[in-house]
């Protein structure tokens, strides 16, 4: 690999211990939202990072493949990471601020206006999702309990 790739490597050259509970947690939170009806290993880079930790190198998840995200219609979405013990460790305060914060409505603006493309079905999906992640977080679930709803 050369320049910036030799950091990066897929999912399957590292075991789930290798990722941060927030690092799962933010792929997580990010796919609830968006319905990834198909996260799997194999959409998901491993970027090697240096954050001055008394470990040395982390690891960062980088979600890729977004072809299966904002369905025009309910899916079966497949989430890798459920299976993961990261995703049953409840939320940070400062996640749950984060998905607190969020506002649906807003989204449904904001992506409705940059992305004039997008159908009207597609940003219903954004916007239960997101309502749907709020009221499971504010409930105490953790994200496994969330992606097997």
């Known amino acids: 690999m050369s320049g910036n790739n030799r950091n990066k490597k897929m999912f399957y050259d590292h075991g789930t211990s290798s990722f941060s509970v927030s690092n799962v947690h933010r792929v997580g939170i990010l796919d609830v939202r968006i319905l990834n009806t198909d996260r799997h290993a194999g959409n998901l880079l491993v970027r090697k990072v240096n954050d001055g930790g008394k470990f040395g190198r982390q690891v960062e ?3 890729i493949d977004h072809g299966l995200c904002l369905p025009e219609s309910l899916e079966d979405p497949y989430f890798e990471w459920i299976h993961w013990p990261q995703a049953s460790i409840p939320f940070s305060e400062d996640e749950l601020d984060y998905i607190e914060s969020l506002d649906p409505y807003q ?18 999906i954004l916007t239960l999702c997101t309502i749907f992640l709020k009221q499971a977080a504010g409930f105490g679930l953790c994200l496994a309990e969330i992606g097997e709803r």
Do not use: F, K, Q
């Not at 989204?107 to 219903?124: H, K, T, V």
């Open 107 to 124: 989204d449904w603006e904001l992506s409705r206006n940059e992305l004039p493309m997008i159908r009207e079905a597609c940003l219903r």
């Open 61 to 63: 998840l980088i979600p």
